[in-house]
């Protein structure tokens, strides 16, 4: 399968964001949603910011007073026995299976550009925590265009928890919160573009605890604020590239031949790739073909590199003609974009 990645590649890189206060860094901006609007191209990034260390054996944690509106600093000591910090990403206990914080924080910025190459960054937050379920930040949007007005999936995380919250805008100048609208533990939802037979239909991921794997589901609504009738739609494949987690990736696709979904998947290294799955157009709860084998992996040194390495996870997807433009999060840090052959996404799947 024939791969443009963009020669400006990365697209947007932390250097590229200013970070919203002085004592912050930004660490990653990375795994946008993407729309077109009003002639330009908008990438939704999530944005991580961390506070900046001044002293090598602390550990600082961002989180979000939804009493206060403000941010809470909180410090760890490398040196003390009882946190794990050996993740980048959190902090532990030792002793428990969950992380107890964050090392960052993430919220949502817009970057706009006339070209799909080159953009600007907005000079605040689009979307920034502002509830109790948001204290550890929104993450990972993804942006749906639905009769008229595009609506905003994103985690929210906390300590109760990951789910999926829902935002819209008609400009993206303003939004309106809708609430969370799958709970805890979920992430990954990407909304349909239009009704079936008169229902909104969303994939989503849960992440079972007991039995189980994170794996994708299909789930329907009347209204995009309450969802029912979920089922599981596909799972992990041993011995494959998406042996270990699967979740939706871009908004699916419409095609004369089903809903094309272009999904992540890691394996047991945590090395995520980007595949493909058809679904049925009159019944997208059933699967008509998948891809054996990814259709992008982690090559270039900016996707194998940097916060979390090894990693391409695409949010948003155009399609213009034959060309599908990729935009997809690399290695947790930075934004990039590859072009590819709708036809040959095609020809790459495997009818069961």
Known sequence: ????????????????????????????????????????????????????????HIVKAPVFNPSTRELVIKEFDLRDPA?????????????????SYLTSLSYLRIARSRDG????????????????????????????????KYYITFSVVSPVG?????????????????GVIFPPENKDVVLF?????????AL????????????????????LRYWGNHRYLMGLRPDHWDNTRIGAGAVPIKTEMGWLELYHGADEKNRYCMGAVLLDLDNPAKVLARTEQPILVPEAPYETDGFFGNVVFSCGALVDGDTVKMYYGVADTSMACAELSLREIMSALTFH
């Open 117 to 148: 190459h080159h953009f600007t960054v907005d000079d605040g937050a689009f979307l920034f925590p502002a509830d109790a379920l948001e204290t550890f930040g929104i993450e990972d949007p993804r942006i749906t265009f639905i009769e008229g």
């Open 162 to 178: 990951v789910g999926v919250g829902l935002a819209v805008t008609d400009d993206f100048v303003h939004a309106d919160r809708l």
């Open 83 to 99: 946190y794990d910090v050996s993740d980048p990403r959190v902090i532990r206990e030792r002793g428990k299976e969950t992380w």
């Open 204 to 223: 989503h991921r849960p992440v079972p605890k007991g039995a189980g794997a994170p794996e994708i589901w299909i789930a329907e609504s009347d209204n």
């Open 1 to 56: 399968m024939k791969i443009y990645r963009y020669q400006e590649n990365p697209l947007i890189t932390p250097k590229d964001v200013p970070p919203l206060r002085p004592d912050f860094e930004v660490i990653g901006a990375f795994n946008a949603g993407v729309a077109e609007y009003n002639g330009e191209l908008i990438m939704l990034l999530r944005v991580a910011e961390r506070p900046i260390r001044t002293d090598a």
């Open 193 to 201: 573009p239009e009704r079936i037979h008169g229902k909104y239909y």
